[in-house]
C-alpha cells in the first residue's frame, strides 16, 4: 500500500472544514461576540462532516472498495476543490475502477495547475501506463518539481533560533528584522553585518510571546508585532492558550509603546498576518477563529471587521491599493476579497483553471498584482498573480520561484520595493506540537530575495486547454496499436 494514500488525509481534520460556497460577511449589527461564537460552532460542524468523510474512505480504501473509496473522494474534492492529495488519490480511484478517462482529467488538471507528481512510483495507476497520454503528463508534471526561477540568499538564519516566522525591513537603513514563534524574541540583522541580534524579547517587552507577524511602520517609527500563546512557545501556558495581541513598538530603540489585545469571548484567538494602511490602521488575521481584526489609530483593542464561518484557516492577508477590498488567503479554500467599508461584501477570487490556490501562507499586493508563498502544494512555489481591472480576478500567473533547494516550506516574507524578501524554509517540519526539536541541529533558515516584476507569464490558453481535454477522451486515451480498448466509462 502507498504510504500517501487515506492516511495522510486525517492531518486536515485539525485544520478545520466548510462546504464551499458564496462567502458572506457578518451583518453590521451581529455582536462580535455572536460572530465568534458562531465561526466556532460552524467549524466544529464541518470539522466532524470532513473527519467522517476521512475515515469512510480511509476505511473503503482498507476493504478494497474502490467504487466507495472514489465516491468518498468526491465528496472531498467538492468540498475541497484545491486540494491536491484528493485530486492524486482521485486519479488512483478512477483508473483502480477502469474509469480511464475520468483518471486522466483529474491527471490533466493537476498538470495544468503546475502540481509535480512521479507517477511512475504509484503502483494504482499502471493500468493508465499503455496510454500515450500518460507517458505525456507523466514527464510534464515531472518536470513540474525542477527549479524555475532566480533567487539569492540575502541572510542566514541559524538553527540557534527556533522556528522563525515573520519578517519586516525598514527600507530606511537596511535593517532586516526576524521574530520567532518558540522563544517570543525579535531579531535584528544590519545592512553591514551578518549578524543578528535580539531587538525585543520578554527581559525587554514583558507580554511578547509567540511572535507570528512582523511590520515596519517607517512613517511613524513603529515597529507591528502580532503575538500570542502558541502551544510551541517555551513558556507555554494552558491558561494562555486563545490571548493574543498587537504590540507597538519603537523601530529604533525595540521600547514598547502600546499594547492591544483581543478582548478574550470564550472562543481561541491567535493573531497571525497583518496590513498596514496608509493612514497606520493594523489589520489582522486570526489563525484560531476565522475573523479579521481592525486597529485603527487611537483605538484601544482590535475589532473585529469580518469573519465568515466558511474558513479552514487563515494565512495571509494584503490590502488593494485603494484600500477598499482586504485579499485574504485560506490556507484550504485559496483566496477572498472583502470590501473593508459598508456591508463588507466577500467573494472567492476569480482564478483560471490553471491556478491552484491551496496552501498560500505568505500573501502581499505589489501594484495591481498579488505575490504569493505557496508551501501547501508540489512544487512549493512563489508566485506573482496579475490581477484584472476590477481587482476581483486573477488575469495571469506568474511563476517567481519555484522548486528551489533550499525550499523546505517557505512561509512568511516582506515586499521591499520590487523584490519579495522571505525565509525560505521553516522549522515547523522539524519540531513536535510543542516546539520540541525532532533532532537537533534544528537547520539553519536561509532568508531569500526574490525579483517580483522581472517573472515570465505562465499562461494556458482556454483553446490548448480544450485541445488537451479534447485528447485525453479520444485519441491519446486510445491505447497503442494492437491493445484493446478498455471499456468506455463516459
Known sequence: MNNRIVIACFSLILLGAFLLGTVQSAQAQEPPEMLAQTAEQRMAQQQAQIGQWLIQAAQAYSDKDYTAWAAVLEQLHQARPFNADFMRQLVMAHAMNGETARAFNMMLMMQQQGLAERWDQVDEVASLRQYPLYEHLNRLMREAGEPLGNAETVAMLGGQYSMPEGLAHDARDGRLFAGTVRDGQILVRSADSDDW??????????????????????????????????????????????????????????????????????????????????????????????????????????????????????????????????????????????????????????????????????????????????????????????????????????????????????????????????????????????????????????????????????????EMIEEMKRRSREGSVAPPSGQDNPESDQ
Open 197 to 462: 541580534t535580539v531587538f525585543a524579547s520578554r527581559e525587554t517587552v514583558p507580554s511578547l510571546k509567540s511572535v507570528f507577524d512582523l511590520i515596519a511602520d517607517e512613517e511613524r517609527n513603529h515597529l507591528w508585532v502580532a503575538t500570542g500563546a502558541a502551544p510551541q512557545f517555551r513558556d507555554f501556558n494552558t491558561s494562555d492558550f486563545g490571548r493574543t495581541a498587537l504590540i507597538k513598538l519603537d523601530l529604533q530603540s525595540g521600547a514598547l509603546l502600546g499594547e492591544y489585545r483581543v478582548v478574550p469571548d470564550g472562543q481561541p484567538h491567535l493573531l497571525g498576518s497583518m496590513e498596514l494602511a496608509s493612514d497606520g490602521t493594523v489589520y489582522a488575521a486570526d489563525t484560531l477563529t476565522p475573523l479579521i481584526y481592525k486597529l485603527a489609530p487611537g483605538d484601544a483593542r482590535p475589532e473585529i471587521l469580518l469573519g465568515s464561518p466558511i474558513f479552514t484557516g487563515l494565512r495571509g492577508i494584503a490590502l488593494s491599493e485603494d484600500g477598499q477590498r482586504l485579499y485574504i488567503s485560506d490556507y484550504e479554500l485559496g483566496i477572498f476579497v472583502f470590501e473593508v467599508e459598508g456591508r463588507k461584501r466577500g467573494f472567492q477570487l476569480n482564478t483560471p483553471e490553471n491556478l491552484n490556490a491551496a496552501g498560500i501562507d505568505g500573501l502581499y499586493r505589489w501594484n495591481n498584482s498579488l505575490v504569493v508563498i505557496q508551501n501547501g502544494v508540489l512544487p512549493q512555489r512563489v508566485m506573482r498573480l496579475d490581477l484584472d481591472d476590477s481587482g476581483t480576478g486573477v488575469a495571469n500567473v506568474a511563476p517567481l520561484v519555484v522548486a528551489q533547494p533550499e525550499f523546505d516550506t517557505p512561509t512568511f516574507g516582506t515586499l521591499e520595493g520590487d523584490n519579495l524578501i522571505f525565509l525560505a524554509a521553516s522549522h515547523w517540519p522539524h519540531v513536535d506540537q510543542k516546539g520540541t526539536p525532532l533532532q537537533r541541529p534544528l537547520p539553519d533558515i536561509p532568508v531569500m530575495q526574490a525579483n517580483v516584476e522581472n517573472a515570465p507569464q505562465l499562461v494556458v490558453g482556454a
